[in-house]
């Protein structure tokens, strides 16, 4: 989508600090950090929100849960921990109409979780 | 895992509010709920962890995820909103080594998100 601010970075025609890159996926870094480590994993694909996929996805979920692990290791979380977030639609304050799952470690993660 | 509290709600052995049941999924009440909806979807079959999730996983994440959009519909949290959340891990605070993915709704959830 044209005037989608994740389409655009996926495109370059706005900068990230892009952390992990596939095929199907990008991992950049959360431009208002909430922890020390703190990115985000989309689909390059434009998918609204995690209530618009479709049972032709499952292969595209399964390369998001990758890169996820991918930067859990790279981040050094994968011992340690981390959250994985998705926010859909306005009560979770989903903010950027394109399905992405936050990754946050490097810190304990309190509960309830917002 | 005959210890794995989740395998055992799975088998029946301990009871939980099952609110949604696939092929491949089960979804329960978390029995401390921090949301007036907090459901909790698992994968039948006994996974650690995300960070444990393996390749052939792919139709099982596409089976997760469609239980949590069928949830979200049933609790009609669809359009309002809802949050889910996966811990992995001590700093996450991951209190069941059995992969899980929390689906919260009901209400506004603050951000960060713990």
Redesign the interface.
């Known amino acids: 989508m044209a005037d989608c601010l994740f389409c655009r970075i996926v495109k370059r025609e706005i900068p990230a600090v892009i952390v992990h890159e596939t095929e199907t996926t990008l991992a950049f870094r959360d431009i208002n950090p909430?922890?020390p480590v703190h990115v985000l994993v989309i689909p390059k694909e434009h998918i609204d929100a995690?209530?618009r996929?479709e049972?032709r996805?499952?292969?595209l979920?399964?390369?998001i849960?990758?890169t996820?692990?991918e930067v859990?290791r790279m981040e050094k979380?994968?011992?340690?921990?981390?959250?994985?977030?998705?926010?859909?639609?306005?009560?979770?304050?989903?903010a950027v109409s394109h399905l992405h799952y936050?990754v946050?470690?490097?810190?304990?993660?309190?509960?309830?979780?917002?």
């Open positions: 909430k922890a995690l209530i996929l049972k996805h499952a292969p979920l399964g390369d849960h990758e996820i692990q859990a979380v994968d011992t340690t921990g981390f959250r994985v977030i998705v926010n859909n639609g306005p009560d979770a304050g989903q936050h946050l470690g490097q810190r304990h993660l309190g509960w309830p979780p917002g």
